[in-house]
């Protein structure tokens, strides 16, 4: 088999997918002109530690909803572990913070980390992160920050200790409601106290009231006692991040015209998520007027619902949504569908390629969102060769090789007859129901191939990007050039069409790399310009390159139609139509990345719902004007 390496800059992959977020807010914020000695210019610094400055989390602090940001964001200097060497930790004034080394937070409070992160420490290169993240984000950030220098291990042998000397007074969960708890004693479980607490001075604390306890204890059983307690007022990586709460989501099922006119087993099933983490699971039966009901549900926005019931074998979804504090309160809906074996309102909401030409061959990657317009669920038909009903099909060139899937797999969920690769899932209706990620290779000799692709399906849009390098000639008749685009230090030609097909789209690559031949992309000196040769999985490059270009052509489209009206200045009805159009887009970009594993389930359910909202009252604005206009039919 062939084994087709990908060729990236930087050192890693993470480094290749966090430096450009970490330079970015370098240049927003200015830090790229840091080293001014030269320029004879005072250096910028930032505010000193003032607690005053510090806000109490909303909620309990997660570490676990913490961790992306922690990658995304800090990883670069302070390491991925905690061990302060990050990629570019050898670029700062001073060391970073070594997150993992316990000596190294001794002495500091949460609230302290809290004030360094949101406000910064432009004198050591640190930006502040409050231009991009909430607080609640930055005490998630920070939460996974602390967890770094200690582990479940520890936390359980301070329980041990806790248990058996503290809890009496501070009670099991560190309220202090223990039995013989007196008058006056600290709550660990309040967040406005432990936040500025650090271990050494709850240390002090401890042996100055309590000198008796852990008298012959040794210095790391009193360390492990205070991690375990500091786990009362934030939940560390290894612990269950669910608490139940007082929130309420309520639901109804509805069954469409010719659906199954019930659900299997009467059961509707609510599953919670943290990111892309499963982390609760529960079970309600549907009452007699197709309604549900689920109680005692945590009320921390970084918890996501998505509430599901079986009819007539399939799965149908609620919308993704969350509850917080504020809104303890929510409902939502489960359409259930009929079937049909008719494939003839399926369309492809969104396709993405993206060619890599390498010596010998062309590696693509396809990355399709189906769409349903129908009103009926469609279960696939049978084709020659596949024991099972398919549903989306989509071709392949016969020579396509290392055929893999982002999720699923060949023989399984996809299966191939010759040219043609079938998935076997079904399509509820709507847009961006389904996603489909492919990725394969096209050996070739000489310098050039002929790619065609043909399309079963109306296509909504289309983007190709194309690795680009010198005399590589690109022919696509179907296609319109847009530009050709700096990601990464590498260019990639940009084309796309619009709203076409059924039919087949052709492109003619001349000049490819052929086999034996010298990338010149490679062909740079040795050290930090060198390109590394990698071979990292599909999503590490594919998605990444696809978001940031396709992602910054579709904001850009946005902001074109946004600058033409907001809510509270769109009027006309051609300004109202542009902000619809523009929020629609806008939602399916997030989609995309949210489907993608670029966005999380948090930020993408609060950044839809506020799009979500704004988008339904340019609708009903625009329904408003609509029902104005129209002349009064007598109901008589």
């Given at each position: 088999?062939?084994?087709h390496?990908?060729?990236?800059?930087?050192?890693?992959?993470?480094a290749?997918?966090?430096?450009p977020?970490?330079?970015?807010?370098?240049?927003?914020?200015?830090?790229?002109?840091?080293?001014?000695?030269?320029?004879?210019?005072?250096?910028?610094?930032?505010?000193?530690?003032?607690?005053?400055?510090?806000?109490?989390?909303?909620?309990?602090?997660?570490?676990?909803?913490?961790?992306a940001?922690?990658?995304?964001?800090c990883?670069?200097?302070?390491?991925?572990?905690?061990?302060?060497?990050?990629?570019?930790?050898?670029?700062?004034?001073?060391?970073?913070?070594?997150?993992?080394?316990?000596?190294?937070?001794w002495?500091?409070?949460?609230?302290?980390?809290?004030?360094?992160?949101?406000?910064?420490?432009l004198?050591?290169?640190?930006?502040?992160?409050?231009?991009?993240?909430?607080?609640?984000?930055?005490?998630?950030?920070?939460?996974?920050?602390?967890?770094?220098?200690?582990?479940?291990?520890?936390?359980?042998?301070?329980?041990?200790?806790?248990?058996a000397?503290?809890?009496?007074?501070?009670?099991?969960?560190?309220?202090g409601?223990?039995?013989?708890?007196?008058?006056?004693?600290?709550?660990?479980?309040?967040?406005?106290?432990?936040?500025?607490?650090?271990?050494?001075?709850?240390?002090?604390?401890?042996?100055?009231?309590?000198?008796?306890?852990?008298?012959?204890?040794?210095?790391?059983?009193?360390?492990?006692?205070?991690?375990?307690?500091?786990?009362?007022?934030?939940?560390?990586?290894?612990?269950?991040?669910?608490?139940p709460?007082?929130?309420?989501?309520?639901?109804?099922?509805?069954?469409?015209?010719?659906?199954?006119?019930?659900?299997?087993?009467?059961?509707?099933?609510l599953?919670?998520y943290?990111?892309?983490?499963?982390?609760?699971?529960?079970?309600t039966?549907?009452?007699?007027?197709n309604?549900?009901?689920f109680?005692?549900?945590a009320?921390?926005?970084?918890?996501?619902?998505?509430?599901?019931?079986?009819?007539?074998?399939?799965?149908?979804?609620?919308?993704?949504?969350?509850?917080?504090?504020?809104?303890?309160?929510?409902?939502?809906?489960?359409?259930?569908?009929?079937v049909?074996?008719?494939?003839?309102?399926?369309?492809i909401?969104?396709?993405?390629?993206?060619?890599?030409?390498?010596?010998?061959?062309?590696?693509v990657?396809?990355?399709?969102?189906?769409?349903?317009?129908?009103?009926?669920?469609?279960?696939?038909?049978?084709?020659?060769?596949?024991?099972?009903?398919?549903?989306?099909?989509?071709?392949?060139?016969?020579?396509?090789?290392?055929?893999?899937?982002?999720?699923?797999?060949?023989?399984?969920?996809?299966?191939?007859?010759?040219?043609?690769v079938?998935?076997?899932?079904?399509?509820?209706?709507g847009?961006?129901?389904?996603?489909?990620?492919?990725?394969?290779?096209?050996?070739?000799?000489?310098?050039?191939?002929?790619?065609?692709?043909?399309?079963?399906?109306?296509?909504?849009?289309?983007?190709?990007?194309?690795?680009?390098?010198?005399n590589?000639?690109?022919?696509?008749?179907a296609?319109?050039?847009?530009?050709?685009?700096?990601?990464?230090?590498?260019?990639?030609?940009?084309?796309?069409?619009?709203?076409?097909?059924?039919g087949?789209?052709?492109?003619?690559?001349?000049?490819?790399?052929?086999q034996?031949?010298?990338?010149?992309?490679t062909?740079?000196?040795?050290?930090?310009?060198?390109?590394?040769?990698?071979?990292?999985?599909?999503?590490?490059?594919?998605?990444?390159?696809?978001?940031?270009?396709?992602?910054?052509?579709?904001?850009?489209?946005?902001?074109?139609?946004?600058q033409?009206?907001?809510?509270?200045t769109?009027?006309t009805?051609?300004?109202?139509?542009?902000?619809?159009?523009?929020?629609?887009?806008?939602i399916?970009?997030?989609?995309?990345?949210?489907?993608?594993?670029?966005?999380?389930?948090?930020?993408?359910?609060?950044?839809?719902?506020?799009?979500?909202a704004?988008?339904?009252?340019?609708?009903?604005?625009?329904?408003?004007?609509?029902?104005?206009?129209?002349?009064?039919?007598?109901?008589?």
């Amino acid at each position: 088999m062939l084994n087709h390496k990908l060729h990236l800059k930087h050192r890693s992959i993470i480094a290749v997918v966090l430096t450009p977020l970490w330079v970015g807010v370098l240049f927003l914020t200015g830090l790229h002109t840091l080293p001014v000695a030269a320029q004879d210019q005072p250096a910028r610094t930032s505010p000193p530690y003032d607690p005053a400055q510090v806000t109490t989390p909303t909620t309990l602090p997660f570490a676990a909803a913490g961790r992306a940001s922690y990658l995304e964001n800090c990883a670069p200097c302070h390491g991925e572990q905690g061990r302060a060497d990050g990629p570019t930790a050898g670029d700062l004034p001073s060391p970073a913070t070594a997150f993992a080394d316990a000596t190294a937070l001794w002495e500091r409070s949460p609230a302290q980390l809290f004030h360094t992160t949101k406000f910064g420490r432009l004198e050591k290169l640190m930006p502040p992160w409050s231009n991009r993240l909430t607080d609640d984000e930055i005490w998630n950030t920070v939460a996974y920050a602390w967890s770094l220098h200690t582990d479940a291990d520890k936390s359980a042998l301070g329980e041990q200790l806790y248990a058996a000397n503290c809890a009496a007074c501070h009670g099991a969960s560190g309220a202090g409601d223990g039995p013989q708890a007196p008058a006056q004693i600290n709550d660990f479980t309040d967040l406005s106290y432990t936040i500025f607490a650090s271990q050494a001075a709850w240390l002090d604390g401890w042996q100055a009231a309590h000198p008796e306890i852990g008298a012959d204890w040794t210095q790391t059983q009193k360390e492990n006692t205070l991690e375990y307690i500091r786990t009362f007022s934030y939940i560390p990586p290894w612990a269950s991040p669910y608490r139940p709460g007082a929130g309420v989501l309520t639901g109804t099922v509805v069954f469409g015209a010719d659906a199954p006119q019930q659900v299997e087993g009467g059961n509707v099933f609510l599953d919670a998520y943290l990111g892309f983490d499963q982390i609760a699971s529960f079970t309600t039966t549907l009452d007699a007027d197709n309604t549900f009901r689920f109680e005692n549900l945590a009320v921390d926005p970084n918890v996501t619902y998505l509430a599901t019931a079986l009819a007539g074998g399939i799965s149908y979804s609620s919308g993704m949504v969350s509850l917080t504090p504020d809104q303890p309160t929510t409902t939502t809906s489960i359409n259930i569908y009929a079937v049909t074996d008719s494939p003839d309102a399926i369309r492809i909401n969104r396709a993405h390629w993206i060619l890599e030409s390498q010596p010998g061959a062309l590696v693509v990657v396809q990355i399709y969102l189906i769409g349903n317009n129908g009103e009926r669920t469609f279960v696939g038909q049978k084709v020659e060769g596949v024991d099972v009903p398919v549903t989306v099909g989509f071709q392949v060139p016969a020579d396509a090789v290392e055929l893999s899937f982002e999720n699923g797999a060949l023989g399984n969920r996809f299966r191939r007859v010759g040219d043609m690769v079938y998935d076997t899932l079904p399509v509820v209706p709507g847009e961006n129901t389904q996603q489909i990620i492919v990725q394969y290779a096209i050996p070739h000799d000489g310098a050039s191939l002929d790619l065609k692709q043909k399309f079963v399906y109306p296509v909504d849009s289309l983007s190709l990007l194309i690795a680009n390098y010198p005399n590589l000639r690109v022919d696509a008749p179907a296609l319109t050039f847009d530009s050709v685009q700096n990601i990464q230090g590498a260019e990639y030609q940009v084309w796309g069409q619009a709203a076409f097909g059924p039919g087949t789209v052709e492109v003619k690559l001349q000049g490819l790399l052929e086999q034996g031949a010298v990338d010149p992309r490679t062909a740079t000196t040795s050290g930090a310009n060198q390109l590394a040769t990698i071979d990292p999985p599909m999503e590490a490059w594919a998605t990444w390159v696809m978001i940031a270009l396709v992602g910054a052509v579709l904001l850009a489209v946005v902001g074109v139609a946004l600058q033409r009206g907001t809510l509270s200045t769109a009027t006309t009805r051609q300004d109202l139509h542009a902000l619809r159009n523009a929020l629609m887009t806008q939602i399916a970009y997030i989609d995309d990345q949210h489907a993608l594993g670029q966005l999380s389930d948090a930020e993408w359910l609060r950044r839809r719902t506020n799009l979500k909202a704004q988008l339904m009252d340019v609708v009903r604005r625009i329904e408003a004007g609509d029902h104005a206009n129209q002349p009064r039919v007598s109901s008589s």
